[in-house]
């Protein structure tokens, strides 16, 4: 398994912006896709951002132009930059890994972050 630690929320005003990181560790070399979710208050958990370990991203459209995913060359960690902050992005960010499983999905998850947005 892996084990991840996100780091980088906080408080910010909207049009401003912050940089969520995620370290793993454990099987790292075994994680073909990192990436983040987020869950609102009364919404459910979607996914934000992923990136696999090949290079291919893709971007919920909510965020396309304004969030951007990256992963350091070891692939143990994984970077979400947001700029132009809205006040709808206020929520938990949940940091994501993808080992080879039985059914597949995304089987490692980190303990969430907070971002909160202020207008």
């Known amino acids: 398994q892996v084990q991840l630690v996100e780091s980088g929320g906080g408080l910010v005003q909207a049009g401003g912006s912050l940089r969520l990181s995620c370290a793993a560790s454990?099987?790292?070399?075994?994680?073909?896709?990192m990436g983040w979710f987020r869950q609102a208050p009364g919404k459910q958990r979607d996914m934000v951002a992923v990136?696999?370990?090949?290079?291919?991203?893709n971007y919920a459209d909510s965020v396309k132009g304004r969030f951007t995913i990256s992963m350091n060359n070891a692939r143990n960690t994984v970077y979400l930059q947001m700029n132009s902050l809205k006040v709808e992005d206020t929520a938990i960010y949940y940091c994501?890994?993808?080992?080879?499983?039985?059914?597949?999905?995304?089987?490692?998850w980190g303990q969430g972050t907070q971002v909160t947005v202020s207008s």
């Open positions: 990136i696999s370990s090949n290079g291919p991203t």
């Open positions: 454990g099987r790292t070399e075994s994680i073909y896709v």
């Open positions: 994501v890994a993808g080992t080879p499983v039985p059914g597949g999905g995304y089987n490692n």
